[in-house]
């Protein structure tokens, strides 16, 4: 069980008051009992005991899962913040290094529940190769995969190349769920996985035109 704490709730070792009113994992209120056993019936449980009211005297406690509470709360107050359209810009010659940093911010304002708009300028003689621009745009969407929608696709505007993605929420809230903080290199990781799971199963098949021909030929062969 976790021992953290966060700053609205204190849970497990750190309730220190000698009682509770404590509220179990099903919902039933359990009336006014020992902190110690309040504790116990939650680590039976495999949950967290969490102080959900502490100005109550004494203070309301709850048998709970604490991480699953943590994310719908996180997902609350998300869905009551107003989504905004944040940027990042990119030129045409961003090295791979650059390129690593500007995804990795997008993926924090994505996280969030923003939209991005990616913008890249073109100066002088590069207004020439603009299809430069548009393929660093389309390894952008790539590398994002399913955690992003194309709201508009790479286009020109000016002097600028203009293209805006939305967040999948429902893939960001995957990895919310497994606590993994989503990076380029996690995404291209990932991606290389089921390569690697598929090469090791190489060494159960043929390794020859010999071992696969049809058990007909074979015996015609024979013959």
Known sequence: MAKGTTSNYRMNE?????????IDA????????DTYEALCRARDAGMDLVEVAHSERPPVCRIMDYGKFKYHNKKKARKSQEQQLKEVRMRPKTDDNDR?????????????????????QFRGRERAHREVGAAIFQGVIRDLGD??????????DGRHMIMILAPNKKAFEEYEK??????????????????QDSTADQGNAPTSAESVVPASAAQNTEN
């Open 147 to 156: 955690l992003v929608k194309v709201e508009r696709p790479p286009s020109m």
């Open 178 to 195: 497994k606590e993994v903080k989503i990076t380029l290199d996690v995404l291209t990781r990932e991606r290389q996985e089921p390569k």
């Open 100 to 120: 690593m940093i500007k995804i990795n911010r997008a993926l924090k304002f994505l996280g969030k529940g923003d939209k991005v708009q990616f913008t890249m």
């Open 26 to 33: 099903e919902n039933n209120q359990l009336g006014i009992v």
């Open 14 to 22: 750190q309730i220190r008051i000698p009682q509770v009113r404590l």
